[in-house]
């Protein structure tokens, strides 16, 4: 029996929508909303004079087709992501499992990289400077976080750890009879909506003149907010902790935050390459803005 301060899972049903044989889940509408919200901010940010001074930027129509790139790197990355970093060994045995994205599995991680991937490749096919692109997209992607995590919620999934002594623990209908961290919104609080604010205060002080610079700050931020968030997180079933328990004093090493390091050191790096200019494009080219 659950203790006497733990909160029941709200009653949610992940399908937003049904119509007929049709169903919209709420996961699905939260990937739209972070990718509808980021281009919308995105376009806002590109229209802003004062933030890019001289350095180019892409145009309101490359933000247009941009988002399409972004959407499939994110999705292709996640899921390739989760396959190789979570759960090699069942893919090893069933291949065709890996295309049943509907059964779950996607990795932040991997999407990050197929996202850098899909920019990079845009930024080349249209001869912007890549780092434009970078810097928006850490502008912009908390939003998408924010969402996610409120979807990850709404589902009942990668909930947090077993805590029998906090008053807001909820009882996860998959998790147990056992009272959970709320981990999920943990991180929308953190990886969404605080470094969104971050993100919102660093391009008003510094803007996109400084290219990398954002970049570095989203990632080294991301990468805090994650690790802190782990220790309240369950660990994936098939993986466990990689180092230490549930009840070592550091509650346990787990694969997000192994992930989590080179994702540090890289925004680290990032900042300082970017405040020493290394960054910046060779050639300074005027600033252009399409019309909508």
């Not at 850490?138 to 919620?153: C, E, M, Q, S, Y």
Request: with cysteine.
């Amino acid at each position: 029996m659950p203790p006497l301060f733990a909160l029941p899972f709200p009653a949610i049903d992940p399908v937003a929508l049904a119509i007929g044989p049709i169903t919209i889940k709420w996961y699905a509408l939260a990937y739209i909303a972070g990718l509808l919200g980021a281009w919308f901010y995105a376009r806002r940010l590109v229209a802003a004079d004062r933030f890019w001074g001289a350095n180019r930027r892409p145009s309101l129509n490359d933000i247009d087709d941009l988002i399409v790139w972004v959407a499939l790197g994110v999705v292709l990355g996640g899921r390739l992501g989760y396959v190789l970093f979570y759960n090699l060994p069942l893919y090893l045995n069933d291949p065709l499992e890996i295309l049943a994205i509907r059964n779950g599995g996607m990795s932040f991680h991997g999407g990050f990289l197929g996202a850098v991937l899909a920019m990079t490749l845009f930024a080349r096919s249209r001869k912007l400077p890549p780092f434009s692109l970078f810097d928006l997209a850490a502008v912009t992607v908390p939003i998408g976080l924010f969402f996610g995590r409120i979807a990850n919620f709404v589902n009942g999934e990668l909930w947090g750890r077993i805590a029998p002594d906090f008053d807001y623990a909820v009882v996860f209908p998959s998790g147990g009879p056992l009272p959970r961290h709320p981990s999920q919104l943990y991180e929308a609080a953190t990886e969404g909506a605080l470094l969104f604010v971050v993100m919102a205060i660093a391009v008003r002080l510094f803007g996109f003149r400084r290219p990398g610079l954002l970049s570095g700050i989203f990632v080294l931020g991301y990468a805090l907010a994650r690790i802190v968030c782990e220790f309240f997180r369950e660990p994936d079933r098939q993986l466990g902790y990689l180092f230490g328990t549930e009840g070592w004093p550091l509650g346990g090493i787990t694969m997000g935050m192994l992930l989590c390091v080179p994702m540090a050191l890289v925004g680290i790096a990032t900042i300082l390459l970017a405040l020493r200019g290394v960054t910046a494009p060779r050639e300074v080219v005027p600033a252009r803005v399409d019309a909508a």
